[in-house]
């Protein structure tokens, strides 16, 4: 039997050769399972030719996108606030006898809100009674000599000298008694300032002293909002200052409590024109409309227009979100649907504006009938 004669490394080589070859079968088999994965995340398994190819076009909506100016808004914080607070005060002194509200409570006009303790009132009362007494008695003996002094001056039995005397007398009668009846008059009026009550009707947001303690007059005993009339109060740069005006309307988000922004109406009801010395900030004041649904103390959030630029905007019916990315379904020029992700804005004119991912020209689906994928054939309205 013939010997057969190899190179010491040849079975090495094939040995590699052959290792080589299978690496390159599991790496094309890789790659073809990773491509498949890619297009069944993407919204679709097939190829853009194997889908446009098979199945109905899915009827849409499309609209081209074009630029238009929007505006640019400065945004500044503010507290919702009642246009009418009042701090109610005191106007007498004297201890309190019972406080009949509490903090919260809506109360109505001339509600009791609270009573001070009337003896001293009370007091001063019976001491102005006793001086009007006193005047009244006084006038009456003057004008009897007064009287009689007049007859006797008319008959010249008494000189003129002694007549005016008692006539001066008569007069200085007269202005004490008037005197001491004022004086009673406003002891009596301040008795009523012993029970202290609403100017308006509203609700009671501030308690400031308790049955028992001292009032004097001025000091403040409760504060009172009234429900009515609701305002924004907020602080704004200059450049924003500037373009306000009185009665103009602004934007107001309020927060509503379920994590669900409002957006309101305001108007500008005053504006401030000197600065804060250390903000270098002004005062501005908004109106909410009557029926806004906010409770004095929201926190809000004034838009003030400061400018344009352009910008594009597409329905909110345009927007989907695919595996919690949001973006819109375009169409390209052989009529296929893709989807797109982009950058949205805030909500402007019925509208969402759309920071980046589209550009001017391209077509949206703003409403399909049907359900949108990747490579779906698009039938546009009109087409």
């Known amino acids: 039997m013939p010997l057969r004669t190899e190179h010491p490394d040849s079975g090495g080589i094939a040995h590699d050769q052959a290792v080589q070859g299978m ?30 190819g098979g199945g109905g076009a899915v009827s849409a909506s499309v609209e081209t996108v074009r630029e238009q100016p929007l505006p640019i808004h400065a945004s500044f914080p503010g507290s919702v606030a009642s246009a009418d ?36 009132v009370q007091s ?45 007398g008569y007069q200085v009668a007269k202005g004490d008694y008037a ?25 009671v947001v501030d308690k400031l002293i308790d049955a028992g303690q001292l ?28 373009h306000l005006r009185l009665d103009q309307r602004v934007a107001v988000i309020v927060d509503r409590g379920d994590g669900k922004p409002r957006r309101l109406e305001g108007t500008v009801e005053r504006l401030v024109q000197a600065a804060d010395p250390m903000t270098h900030t002004h005062s501005v004041k908004i109106g909410l409309p009557p029926d806004s649904p906010v409770q004095s103390g929201t926190y809000a959030r004034v838009q003030i ?11 909110p019916s345009a927007v989907h979100r695919r595996a919690g990315i949001e973006g819109v ?41 049907g359900e949108l994928d990747n490579w779906v054939r698009i039938k546009a309205d009109g087409a």
């Not at 006898?97 to 009337?118: A, F, M, N, R, W």
């Not at 005047?135 to 003129?160: E, G, I, N, S």
Request: overall charge positive; hydrophobic content about 50%.
């Open 179 to 203: 005197g001491a009846v004022a004086a009673l008059a406003k002891a009596n009026a301040e008795l009523s300032y012993a029970e202290v009550r609403a100017p308006f009707a509203g609700a």
């Open 23 to 52: 690496l390159r079968g599991v790496a094309v088999w890789l790659a073809a399972l990773g491509l498949a994965v890619l297009l069944s995340a993407c919204g679709g398994s097939s190829s853009p030719q194997q889908t446009a």
């Open 124 to 168: 001063s009362i019976d001491q102005a009674r006793a001086a009007v007494a006193k005047a009244k008695a006084a006038l009456a003996d003057a004008r009897t000599k007064f009287d009689r002094y007049q007859a006797l001056y008319a008959q010249k039995a008494v000189p003129k000298e002694q007549f005016q005397q008692i006539e001066t």
């Open 329 to 369: 379904f375009v169409v390209d020029r052989a009529g296929l649907a893709a989807f797109r992700m982009v950058r949205l804005g805030e909500r402007f004119g019925g509208g969402v504006v759309v920071l980046a991912g589209l550009v001017a020209g391209e077509r949206v689906i703003v409403r399909a009938r």
């Open 215 to 242: 009032a004097s007059p001025g000091q403040q005993l409760l504060t009172l909002q009234s429900a009515g009339h609701l305002q924004v109060q907020v602080q704004v740069d200059a450049n924003a200052f500037d």
């Open 85 to 120: 607070q009042v701090q109610v005060a005191s106007r007498l002194t004297g201890y309190v006898h019972q406080v009949y509200v509490h903090e919260g409570e809506q109360v109505t006009k001339g509600q009791l809100l609270l009573s001070l303790d009337p003896t001293n």
């Open 305 to 315: 227009d400061v400018g344009a630029r352009q910008g594009i905007l597409v329905p």
